[in-house]
């Protein structure tokens, strides 16, 4: 099995709460399901409110790790290190969280999704250190900058 693809998503323009339901959208309409994991249970609570009203002609159906029926979520948020039980097909790592902390979380996965503040050198440090971790570990592992219009480019 090939590992996953790992996206870096350099933050620039916009914060995690107006592109991360976006990026949710996308692969909810590739008939994917998605995992968020953040950095800390506090986090995963404010992603979980901010997702029920981010847009008012939008709705995403998602759930809190270890709420009544997690598992046929087609979103689930949950702190660090938590498995998907929604049986992911796509892993975002928000707010700190990082995918080399415990590779196992990335099999049977189509792409996992690191998202970092641009503005923080603490979140640009550390994204850089778990680029160097995933390239040596052997994962195919791109780099995504946004653009001033919100979308995003290519640059590695």
């Given at each position: 099995?090939?590992?996953?693809?790992?996206?870096?998503?350099?933050?620039?323009?916009?914060?995690?709460?107006?592109?991360?339901?976006?990026?949710?959208?996308?692969?909810?309409?590739?008939?994917?399901?998605?995992?968020?994991?953040?950095?800390?249970?506090?986090?995963?609570?404010?992603?979980?409110?901010?997702?029920?009203?981010?847009?008012?002609?939008?709705?995403?159906?998602?759930?809190?790790?270890?709420?009544?029926?997690?598992?046929?979520?087609?979103?689930?948020?949950?702190?660090?290190?938590?498995?998907?039980?929604?049986?992911?097909?796509?892993?975002?790592?928000?707010?700190?969280?990082?995918?080399?902390?415990?590779?196992?979380?990335?099999?049977?996965?189509?792409?996992?999704?690191?998202?970092?503040?641009?503005?923080?050198?603490?979140?640009?440090?550390?994204?850089?250190?778990?680029?160097?971790?995933?390239?040596?570990?052997?994962?195919?592992?791109?780099?995504?900058?946004q653009t001033p219009r919100g979308g995003?480019?290519?640059?590695?």
């Open positions: 099995m090939m590992p996953a693809e790992i996206f870096f998503y350099h933050l620039q323009m916009q914060p995690l709460e107006a592109t991360l339901p976006v990026l949710l959208e996308k692969c909810l309409e590739k008939g994917w399901r998605a995992f968020v994991q953040t950095g800390s249970e506090e986090r995963a609570y404010v992603l979980d409110t901010h997702l029920w009203s981010w847009r008012e002609d939008s709705f995403l159906a998602h759930g809190l790790h270890g709420s009544a029926h997690a598992e046929h979520q087609p979103i689930l948020i949950a702190p660090q290190g938590v498995p998907a039980a929604n049986e992911a097909h796509v892993r975002f790592f928000v707010d700190g969280a990082r995918p080399e902390e415990k590779l196992t979380l990335l099999e049977g996965l189509e792409r996992a999704i690191l998202m970092f503040d641009g503005s923080s050198n603490e979140a640009l440090q550390a994204a850089r250190i778990s680029w160097k971790a995933l390239k040596e570990a052997g994962y195919p592992v791109t780099y995504w900058q995003w480019e290519k640059k590695a």
